[in-house]
C-alpha cells in the first residue's frame, strides 16, 4: 500500500496478472469512480511478491483437486467473455484468504480475497508495536506514498496520477503536510 499508493480495496483485489515485473508496475481495475491506472511497483518488493504468487499458486493447485470448487470470482460480463479464467492461476487474488468459503448470492464455492477487516487489524497491531503515538491505517499509507513522492521532487501531477485523483486539488491537499512553503517550493536559499 504505500510502495505504491494503493486504497485498501485496490490492494485486495488485484489478480496475479495485475502484477508486472518487467516494467514495475501494478495495473489498477475499476478503482475508485470505475477508473482504471497503471502505479509504479518498487523493484524492492518483487521478490515479495514473487513469494506471494507461490504460496497463491500452492492454494490454487490444492483448489483445483477439490470438486467443489467453482474458480474464482469474475467481475461483471469477464465469466461470460473468459468462461475458463476463474480457474486460470493469472486471475486468482494475489492476496487470497487462506481457505475456500461459500459465496453469498449463489453458493459456490470459491477463495475470494482476503478480508479488508484482517488487514486493517494488522495494520493498527503493527503500528502498537511500533509505539506509534498517532494513529495508523490503511490510509495513512496511501497518504504517506503521496507525501513522500512530492517530497523526493516528483510533480503533483505525477502524484495525482499515481493516486488515481480526478481533480489535482485533491492532490494539492499533501503539499500542505510538507511545510516547505508556498506549493511545497523549496527556496534555493534554503541551498546555501
Known sequence: MYG???????????RIQDIDF???SIRIWNGKGGKHRQVTLAPEL???LQSQIKTMQSYFEQDLKNKVFAGVFLPNALAKKFPNASREIEWQFLFGSDHLSAEPATGLIRRHHIHESSLQKTIKNTAKKCAFNKSVSSHTLRHSFATHLLASGADIRTVQEQLGHTDVKT???YTHVLKQGANSVRSPFSNL
Open 22 to 24: 518487467n516494467y514495475s
Open 171 to 173: 492532490t494539492q491537499i
Open 4 to 14: 505504491s499508493g494503493l486504497r485498501l480495496m485496490e490492494l485486495l483485489r488485484l
Open 46 to 48: 518483487h521478490e515479495e
